[in-house]
């Protein structure tokens, strides 16, 4: 069992930065690749990043490649999600994932697993 708790979210104008952050305990947070997810109202879940147990690989989709890093600190059993040059298409609710099943290909990370766990997800919202 893995809890997870995001922060950071926030009202940032259009071409700022914020950085969210994702706190495990529970179990063995270096067990778990982790992923990020972000819900627009109105719209389903997506997919925005994920990283490898070592946090030495990692997939980002298309509309964030360029403009987000996703890291991992395994010591502090944290991800975060850095968000630089935000558009108001990134408002959404940003919600960490832990993955309880193995494989590593954009294919197999940009669908959560059905039986990995979440956070209660953070508000972002970029607006002049």
């Known amino acids: 069992q893995v809890t997870l708790a995001e922060s950071g979210g926030g009202l940032v104008p259009p071409g700022g930065s914020l950085k969210l952050s994702c706190e495990a305990s529970?179990?063995?947070?270096?067990?778990?690749?982790m992923g990020w997810f972000r819900q627009a109202p109105g719209k389903d879940r997506e997919f925005v990043a994920a990283?490898?147990?070592?946090?030495?690989?990692?997939y980002y989709a298309g509309p964030v490649q360029g403009r987000f890093v996703i890291s991992r600190d395994n010591d502090k059993n944290t991800i975060s999600l850095q968000m630089n040059s935000l558009q108001s298409d990134d408002t959404a609710v940003y919600y960490c994932?832990?993955?309880?099943?193995?494989?590593?290909?954009?294919?197999?990370?940009?669908?959560?697993?059905?039986?990995?766990?979440w956070g209660q997800g953070t508000q972002v919202t970029v607006s002049a």
């Open positions: 994932h832990a993955y309880t099943t193995s494989g590593w290909s954009f294919d197999r990370v940009a669908t959560p697993d059905a039986a990995g766990y």
């Open positions: 529970g179990a063995k947070f270096r067990d778990y690749k």
């Open positions: 990283v490898t147990w070592s946090g030495r690989n990692v």
